[in-house]
């Protein structure tokens, strides 16, 4: 069980400045892009090796593995967690499997995540931009014969009889909110089993994007509904963790951010999130993150 560390006190005390922290962001906004996302995987699971929490018993769930990147940096860091790779793709997941081979503790499944479980989910676009939405017509993308059967993480994890994770990589090019949705934090048992998980910002989540097609979640209502359930939230960068809160997603009103993009169809903030149960997650990983967190634009220690 990861969690036999756990830290059962208050959430930190950490004076937030929101305002601070979206002027920090918009001046830092090219070290916490999506690309960070590898320099962050990196950094902690060398912070899980460090703390001993490298082991098979530690399981790692990746979403969107593609052809095994991603998985590959936790895996150079931590090569004893066991994982369970997902990827919708057929010829990517057969890619990962071959990156992937030579750690024994892989799991590779040839599916996707959802809300609920599904079958027969048509995929649209390719390569990094595929996903279960239709792309029409947007980036000349279109929907594609194949389809895959979907679970959500909460009855996949349970029929697995997997009580603990350790980390969750959420890359579902525009099935972020559904896959959270699915992983039911509503309940306390969820929030120990996904007490810390990473998931994708991006342009997939704007409006008009046809990736984000139907979906009524939108970053902000996503980072307020998991603070409601006592994640602290985090933007993944090069060199460190940014705390944020909510309203660094306000697209407008007050506490409009500036740091906000648009690509044409709605505004967004790039990036990674990381989400961290401040009750639930092993204490020596909570420190470690802590230690290697910008808040207000200052390193907390």
């Not at 594609?144 to 969750?168: P, R």
């Not at 089993?193 to 009524?216: I, K, M, P």
């Not at 993944?236 to 306000?250: K, M, P, R, Y």
Request: hydrophobic share 35%; aromatic share 10%.
């Amino acid at each position: 069980n990861n969690n036999n560390n756990n830290n059962n006190n208050n959430p930190p005390s950490i004076i937030f400045d929101g305002e601070l922290t979206k002027r920090y962001l918009k001046i830092h906004r090219k070290h916490y892009q999506n690309s960070a996302d590898f320099q962050g995987l990196t950094r902690f699971f060398r912070i899980v090796h460090r703390v001993g929490l490298d082991r098979t018993s530690s399981v790692v769930l990746v979403g969107g593995t593609n052809d095994g990147q991603g998985a590959l940096k936790i895996l150079e860091n931590s090569p004893s967690v066991t994982m369970h790779g997902f990827e919708i793709q057929h010829s990517h997941y057969l890619n990962a499997i071959q990156s992937l081979e030579k750690y024994t503790n892989v799991n590779m499944h040839n599916m996707g995540w959802d809300e609920e479980a599904s079958s027969d989910k048509h995929i649209g676009g390719q390569g990094e931009a595929a996903g279960l939405y239709d792309p029409q017509g947007q980036r000349g993308a279109s929907l594609s014969n194949s389809t895959v059967s979907t679970v959500s993480l909460s009855d996949w994890t349970d029929e697995n009889a997997i009580n603990s994770t350790l980390y969750v990589l959420i890359d579902t090019e525009g099935y972020e909110a559904k896959v959270i949705r699915g992983m039911r934090l509503e309940q306390i048992r969820n929030q120990k089993r996904f007490s810390l998980f990473q998931y994708e910002l991006g342009g997939t989540w704007a409006e008009h994007d046809s990736r984000h097609a139907g979906e009524l979640w939108t970053q902000i209502s996503t980072a307020r509904y998991l603070q409601q359930k006592g994640y602290m939230l985090f933007m993944a960068g090069q060199l460190d963790w940014l705390h944020i809160n909510a309203e660094v997603f306000a697209t407008s009103g007050s506490h409009f951010n500036p740091a906000l993009e648009n690509e044409g169809y709605g505004s967004f903030v790039q990036g990674n999130v990381l989400a961290m149960h401040t009750k639930f997650v092993d204490r020596r990983i909570k420190e470690a993150i802590l230690e290697n967190t910008v808040v207000q634009g200052k390193l907390h220690r």
